[in-house]
């Protein structure tokens, strides 16, 4: 779920034939993402009675997440989220919720709502329905303003709600954390006090990236549906090769950079073959402020529980 003061780039470079402008854009940003931060007008908001919530809390555990309804809806859409990356928004939940009774209530509106859903995310979604747990290795170069952050991160995921992270290298190498679901992360620092864990909000800033993503923001699942849920023009493209991995491409023009983070555009590649994330970056205006690769997946490798010690 990186070289100091440097932009990181796959070993093979931007993808041939794509994003024909990425050079031009880092030349002029002389920097990477914004791992949190469309022109479709916002959905109004949902009525959050306790049926509905009781409807989507099934529906989350369809899908093997089993966080609570309020850190999943309400968490997400706070200030400091950073883009999103986060499970699952309102209006992701309600097509969800939809999708399986389309048939039942004839409202081909949403059939054709469900259907217009970019192959890759559908593909993604069905692939990781079937997996218990991942790790993986996340590259990660940020940007906000003058800031810039490089780091390494080890990220564990177990269904329906066990996140570990740990930063392998740059700034804070040795410290990580602990979420197991709710509004709370067991977090430590590196070095000789590693051994040290305090119990901190998801969102205090001990506990979050440079551009305010939390350690739950930060899981691949969250980072593919925010490019189905997050307001904004979404296409789909044929994404070339990254880092020797034919991938499908995700591109989303923000409709209102300004409660994304300041993020105007972010994209996203997925493998052809095993659909999960290779690549994503961000942009706020003009300068790159994310630049994010996926190495070293592995799924079901067998995570218990006592690997997440809160």
């Not at 850190?71 to 939940?93: P, Q, S, W």
């Not at 700034?171 to 864990?197: D, E, R």
């Amino acid at each position: 779920m990186i070289s100091m003061r440097s932009l990181v780039r796959s070993q093979d470079g931007p993808p041939d034939g794509i994003l024909p402008d990425v050079n031009s854009r880092l030349r002029f940003a002389g920097a990477h993402r914004a791992g949190p931060a469309l022109l479709v007008p916002k959905a109004a908001p949902i009525r959050q009675t306790e049926s509905f919530k009781r409807r989507v809390a099934g529906r989350l555990r369809s899908r093997g997440v089993g966080a609570t309804f309020d850190v999943l809806v309400n968490g997400r859409r706070c200030a400091d989220r950073r883009t999103k990356h986060h499970f699952l928004g309102e209006t992701a939940i309600v097509k969800r919720l939809l999708i399986p009774f389309a048939a039942l209530v004839g409202a081909s509106c949403v059939a054709a709502a469900a259907s217009s859903e970019p192959l890759a995310i559908e593909q993604f979604d069905r692939t990781f329905a079937g997996v218990s747990d991942f790790t993986c290795v996340l590259r990660v170069h940020e940007a906000k303003g003058a800031q810039i952050l490089d780091r390494v991160y080890q990220y564990s995921f177990m269904k329906p709600h066990y996140v570990r992270t740990l930063v392998l290298d740059g700034s804070g190498k040795g410290s990580g954390g602990v979420w197991v679901g709710g509004n709370q992360v067991s977090a430590h620092i590196g070095g000789f006090l590693s051994f040290v864990h305090l119990k901190l909000d998801v969102h205090d800033p001990r506990a979050v990236s440079l551009r305010g993503v939390t350690i739950p923001e930060g899981l691949l699942p969250g980072v593919v549906d925010d490019y189905a849920t997050i307001p904004g023009k979404l296409s789909e493209t044929d994404g070339g090769k990254v880092a020797g991995v034919e991938t499908d491409r995700l591109q989303l023009d923000v409709a209102d950079p300004a409660s994304n983070h300041g993020v105007s555009e972010q994209i996203l590649y997925l493998s052809k073959d095993s659909h999960w994330p290779v690549r994503q970056i961000m942009y706020s205006g003009s300068q790159l402020v994310l630049d994010e690769s996926v190495n070293e997946l592995k799924v079901d490798v067998g995570l218990k529980q006592s690997d997440f010690p809160f």
